[in-house]
């Protein structure tokens, strides 16, 4: 959505696996670093299309989710992009000479300990976070116990809770409620008061 194109690979089950950075660029490429015991490519591909970077980067999460159990010591893959993104392209003549904009695509928490993660998590300390929330998730216990992680992990970084914006994804699921707006209110509510107290 921010970049206004996809780019980066989806799935209903697991696919993030190792950090994404964007980097604001007029000209596309895609790195993807050499990092110990890689089973995919790696490499610098110029002038690459939006479909190509979807598909390399796709390879590489799936050859990575894949092996990592048999491999306890594969490293997590760091990949590169620098692209035109679209949440960038109104405001680039207004920042000062000089200024880069990332977007950072990190993984799920059950990658943050990985070494080569971590280097990239750091830059997040002045960053401002986006932190997707399953609407969907019914269980509580679950839902607090993420939501400490993450803010613990901000913490633990250097970085503010302050600076973390909550996405409430998959709210369009209380849309098959006989009175949705109340649910959806109430669950609003609710929510914004657990990431409150955390």
Excluded at 102 to 129: E, F, T, W
Aim: aromatic share 8%; charged share 25%.
């Amino acid at each position: 959505l921010l970049c206004g194109a996809e780019i980066v690979p989806m799935a209903v089950s697991e696919m993030s696996a190792g950090a994404v950075t964007i980097e604001y660029s007029q000209n596309k490429s895609l790195i993807i670093e050499k990092t110990p015991g890689a089973l995919w490519e790696s490499g610098e591909w110029n002038n690459i299309s939006d479909e190509e970077i979807y598909q390399r980067l796709h390879q590489v999460m799936i050859s990575y989710i894949d092996n990592r159990a048999k491999q306890p010591h594969l490293a997590c893959p760091q990949s590169l992009i620098y692209y035109p993104f679209r949440v960038f392209d109104k405001l680039s003549h207004q920042l000062p000479r000089g200024v880069k904009v990332k977007l950072l695509d990190l993984p799920g928490l059950s990658y943050v300990g990985d070494a080569g993660n971590l280097s990239v998590i750091k830059q997040c300390r002045q960053a401002l976070c986006l932190v997707t929330y399953n609407s969907e998730e019914n269980d509580p216990q679950k839902t607090r116990s993420l939501l400490l992680e993450v803010v613990d992990q901000v913490k633990d970084l250097g970085g503010s809770p302050a600076r973390m914006l909550f996405i409430l994804n998959r709210i369009d699921a209380f849309r098959s409620d006989n009175n949705w707006p109340e649910s959806e209110m109430r669950f609003v509510e609710n929510t914004t008061k657990n990431i409150k107290a955390c």
